[in-house]
């Protein structure tokens, strides 16, 4: 399976393909400084494929790369997030962290 990520700014999303097909995206919403992940949907067809999983690690990458902090109203970016504390954790700020229930988590 050859998947790419992209960002999709005429939709608000980072979308993953397989090839030509969508098999997942991220909706969200972008201020100044800002990236507020809303929703991750995988297509039933790529379930289980991990598509998920690499579509956040990319769009957190890219926030990371941007400078955005990061909102993860998303319960999965929050779960990628929360497992990789180390990397991640520092996207979101300190002052935001226990509305998404990420203050016990150290990085």
Not at 3 to 16: L, T
Not at 50 to 79: I, M, S, T
């Amino acid at each position: 399976m050859t998947a790419a990520v992209r960002d999709n700014p005429a939709k608000n999303r980072y979308e993953i393909y397989d090839g030509e097909q969508l098999a997942a995206f991220s909706a969200y919403k972008l201020t100044r400084d800002t990236i507020a992940f809303i929703h991750t949907e995988v297509d039933p067809a790529f379930g289980g494929c991990g598509l998920g999983r690499q579509l956040v690690v990319a769009e957190l990458d890219d926030a990371r790369r941007r400078g955005l902090a990061v909102l993860p109203f998303c319960p999965y970016v929050r779960k990628v997030i929360a497992q990789n504390a180390h990397t991640y954790l520092d996207l979101v700020r300190h002052e935001q962290r226990d509305r998404f229930g990420l203050t016990q988590i150290t990085g």
